[in-house]
Each structure stands twice: as C-alpha cells, then as structure tokens.
C-alpha cells in the first residue's frame, strides 16, 4: 500500500464537495456510514464505497469491464510466475437481440440478471465473474487445473439453460449461452488482450457451431500418468508392473 | 565487482569474433520455474568464464525476463530494441559482473510470448551473429513446454535441464524431457538438481528419472535416452543471500558449498 506523501496537510472535510458523492451511495443502497461525518473513518469509507461502485455493473452487481480488466492484468502477473492454471471464460447470451425486440427491453435485463444470478451461484468465492458489455460476460478462474475447465464451463452453461425466466403475468423464457474459454500459456507473460483474444475466438467457435455449447482451447498437457509417477517417486517397483 | 551496470559503448566490450559456429550452445531449462534456472545460469556462466571460456547468456525467457533482477543489471538496450529495428544487436550486448556477457530480453518483450514466425527468425538470426564471438552461449529459457521455451531448447547443442528435488519439479521435468525426446529426437539430455539437501540426492533422482525414461519413454524412440548427471547443487544459505544482495553467489560467497559445486558442474561441462 503505497501512503500519501506526509508533508501534504490534511485535506479539510468540511471544504469537500461530497454531495454528489453521498448521493451515489445512497442510490445503490451503501449511505450507512461509520464514524461522526467528516471523520477519517467516515471518508475513507465514502471513498471506499465510490470504488465499489466505480468497479461493479450497475444492472447485475457483478464486476464490471474496469474491474475485469484489473484483475486480468493482476491474474496475468500471477500465473506467468507461479504457473498456476487460470482460466478465462467469455460468455454471450444466444439469440439476445430477438428477447429485446420480441419482449422488450425490462425483460432484456431481467435475462441479463438472470445470467449473472446464475454466473455467481457456479463459480467459486475466489473466481470473478463480471459482466463486460451488453450480453457479454467473463469470467476470470485463478488455479483451475485443466481437467475442471470443460466442467465449469459447461455446468454454467447447464444452468443458465435450466433456468426459466419469469417476466409479467405469464411469460416464462427460456435462455442458452454460448461459452467460449482459453488457460493463460504458463510460465509465460501473456497479455489482456492476447489472453480475451483468445477466448473470444473459442467463443465464436461455439457460437458457429450452433450456439449453446462450450469451447475451450486445447490445453498443452503434460501427460504424466499415474504409473509414471507412481515409478517416479518411488510407490511402485519395477517389477511391480510386469 | 560492479554492483550497476548499463550498456557498455557499442563493441568496445563485445569480444571478436574469430572462425565461424564457434560458440557451444546449451540451453537451460526446467519443467517448473522457480527451481532457481535463471540464478544457476548466471553463475555458471561466471563458472565457465573461470574455465577460460568466453560467455554470453542470453535471456531467452522472452515473456519473463529475470536475469537483470538476478545479476542487478541496468540495460539501457535490450533485444526488443533491436528486434524492432531501434538498435544494433552490438549494442544490446552487455557486461555482465563475473566476466561475462549477457543479451536481455527487456519488459517490453511481453508481446514476444506468442512465437511468431519474425520472432523465430529474430532469434536465430541473434545466435548466429554472436556464435563466432564467444566459446559458449547460454540460453535461459523460460520454463515449461510452451512453444516459445521449446523453440529455443531447439536451437540449441545441447540441453541442461535444472530440477529439485520436490514432487512438482521432478513430475515437469520428466514432463519435459519427455517432450524433447519424442518431439526433438534428443537423445542426451543433462540433468542438473538444485536444492538438494544430502549428499548424493542428485544421483539418486537422476536413477529415478533415468528409470521411469527407460520404461516410458525409451520404447518409443528408436534409440534410448540418457540422461547425464552434472552435478547438485546443495541447500545453502549463500544462495539466498547473494539473491538477496543480488549479486553473483561466485563472487561474494565463492568458498560456499552451492558455489563450489557450481564450479564443480562448469568443470564437467567443459571436460
């Protein structure tokens, strides 16, 4: 955490142009403040709250496109030292434009919440779904081996489909997402935009292919079995597998 | 021993270049990073420069350069400068601490993690021009079995792949070799383990390899692989303080037992 120089004075609160500020939070439901107004606690969670909100997708609370982008640099940064596995999903709604035109635009962001609702319930406290454009989504999957990529995506793709949507009185929609996904090259730096090119071209794959599916990018694995390790490490002797 | 150190005057450091193809190239790798593959280059390129040769070590690590952090290096022109075309490669050669010479990569090599057909080219075009310079060229590759690392272990004579004793270490190392073998026919890879904490450790892992190489790996080629054992490198805690100070172990701690047994893997490298 880098501080601020300590020869600057302390700002004055009282001289602060909070309104707008203030009202922000309250708008998205974040006003209970800590502290006396003015205090440090008081403003530091002022400023707090506006980060939260400057980094969340106002419609679905997921992170949004500035958020996405930091943590794909961050995530980057990680994976080409440690050589963890991380996984990046891109995701688009099927068809989208037809549920704006035949329902309306409301029940166009009811299907776009619905997404995100399903999107948070599949994915783990450590992975960061956001939502990055209209009815785009991604999902950011920090150490994800590559034999549970294919298995995540395709469980959320599984659950988006099983949901049914309820708009009105009586309309019940059905919705598909096409899910396109690549693993960041290990122990190599990649780049936000070569790593989302590369997903994004999965997902045109599975969007070509009829919608509704998943695509992954074939991953280059290490085939080590079991026996070569067990031989490896010693569990099994040689004669053991004549 | 200069702790900082830029880019010395175009040619003035760079050493003549006499006959063609001198330079031996080995290419140092690992299954795994963080095994300490780019600090056993810089020192063994210091370890080799006390057995007379004439070294460069060029960072080959394209997407993750470290060997300026590890050898406290300053560059003020990098490969990237002359891959797009800013700098003479004369002037990209730096002088390393320990005698010898070092090519870096530079940050801004990052858009070089997807080998492109230029960047081949690049690369092999850089190991010719300084092949009739020097005795030995080392190649701090990247770690893993991305196309990049295994396009530059392809360039090279021969193969120094560093691993550690740990589980994960030793599984990517088999990985790699494993790779090399089947996809660029090497049939002599030398195997070097870093990390040990016994005496005789290294041998040991090198048999286990060497077992699990003959029964898997072997079959399928038409001639088996050996691999070599060079040498270990012991725990020690001049290794990480010479990280820390960032400085070569070989000059500030060079009675210690990880330096004496690098010098130990330079002798059999040039015997």
Known sequence: ?242 | MSAVSSNPSPMSELPAASGTRRARITAVTSGKGGVGKTFVSANLAAALVRRGEKVLVLDADLGLANLDVVLNLFPKITLHDVFTGKHKLEEAVMAAPGGFHVLLAGSGMVEYSRLTPEVRDQLVDVIQQMRPRFDRILLDTGAGISDVVLYTVSLADEVLVVATPEPTSLTDAYATIKVLATTQGRRDLKLLVNQVTQTGEGRTIRGQLQQVVDRYVTPSLEAPLKLEFVGEIPVDAAVRDAVRRRQLMLECFPGSAAAQAVLAVATRLTS
Not at chain 1, 49 to 69: K, P
Not at chain 1, 229 to 239: H, I, R, S
Request: charged share 20%; glycine share 8%.
């Open chain 1, 1 to 242: 955490m880098s501080a601020l120089p300590e020869s600057l004075p302390p700002a004055d609160p009282a001289a602060l142009q909070l309104d707008r500020a203030l009202q922000l939070l309250q708008q998205s439901g974040r006003d209970a403040l800590p502290g006396a107004p003015g205090s440090a606690a008081w403003l530091q969670a002022v400023i707090d709250g506006l980060c939260e909100i400057s980094s969340r997708d106002a419609l679905t609370g997921l992170s949004n496109r500035r958020a996405f982008e930091a943590a794909l640099n961050r995530e980057i940064d990680r994976v080409a030292r440690s050589g963890e596995p991380a996984l990046l999903l891109m995701l688009d709604i099927d068809h989208f434009k037809r549920v704006n035109d035949h329902h309306g635009h409301i029940v166009g962001d009811q299907v776009i919440c619905a997404v995100a609702e399903c999107l948070a319930e599949c994915v783990r406290p450590m992975d960061l779904p956001a939502r990055i454009g209209g009815e785009e989504f991604a999902v950011i999957l920090p150490n994800c081996p590559p034999a549970f990529g294919q298995t995540v995506a395709e469980r959320i793709r599984q659950r988006i489909e099983q949901k049914v949507i309820t708009a009105g009185l009586s309309l019940r929609l059905g919705i598909t997402v096409s899910v396109g996904g690549a693993y960041a090259p290990q122990w190599v730096r990649s780049t936000p935009a070569l790593w989302t090119e590369r997903a994004d071209l999965q997902l045109y794959r599975a969007k070509s292919e009829g919608r509704n599916r998943t695509c992954l990018e074939p991953t280059p694995v290490s085939n080590v079995s079991a026996e070569e390790k067990g031989l490896l490490f010693g569990t099994t002797m040689p004669g053991d597998l004549e």
